[in-house]
């Protein structure tokens, strides 16, 4: 079933979004953050960390979660992501797993659950990768994940760490040291 995802008032909804990019890594990650800022305001960044590639082989990717608060409905938000994507050289033609110079994906709406315009929330590669979930748990650890009955920093306690390796890498944004 799909939902829609309009806001009806101006209440505002937490949104986090994953970061990655494995193609000039630290410049398009600064690039995409100051792109949401510019779009959205204020962003609680989580530590940034390198990962190895996962469903291919490439060089490593550069990982980071971002939670903005908008009044938007995610029909507004998605094609903002595509368009700061694509600002930044996206390749849409691509195999699905390979290299990007900047992906970005909407993990949460708010606690919504289910298919919302396509997009599955909250994103099943959430609990399931460890450049997502560690992220998550980073920024918001006592936060329930919608549906799980578990908050990010228990499902992070629970991930089995031998499964993919990831470690935070200094990085800093506009005067600040997200890690």
């Not at 998550?136 to 799980?148: E, K, N, V, Y």
Request: net charge negative.
């Amino acid at each position: 079933m799909t939902h829609s995802s309009r806001q009806t008032d101006a209440t505002l909804t937490d949104v986090a979004l994953s970061l990655g990019s494995n193609i000039n890594r630290y410049r398009h990650l600064v690039k995409a953050l100051d792109a949401l800022a510019d779009a959205f305001g204020d962003l609680r960044c989580s530590p940034v960390y390198e990962s190895e590639s996962v469903g291919f082989d490439g060089s490593n990717f550069l990982n980071s979660v971002v939670v903005i608060s908008t009044t938007l409905g995610l029909e507004d938000i998605s094609p903002v992501l595509k368009q700061i994507e694509d600002d930044n050289g996206r390749d849409r033609n691509g195999p699905k797993f390979g290299p990007r110079t900047l992906d970005i994906d909407v993990l949460t709406y708010g606690d919504r659950v289910g298919d919302y315009h396509g997009i599955e929330l909250p994103r099943q590669e959430t609990a399931r990768n460890a450049f997502v979930l560690k992220p998550m748990a980073d920024i918001l650890p006592d936060t329930l994940m919608p549906g799980s009955g578990l908050t990010y920093a228990q499902l992070w306690a629970q991930y089995p760490k031998e499964k993919q390796k990831l470690w935070a890498v200094p990085f800093e944004w506009r005067g600040r040291v997200l890690s």
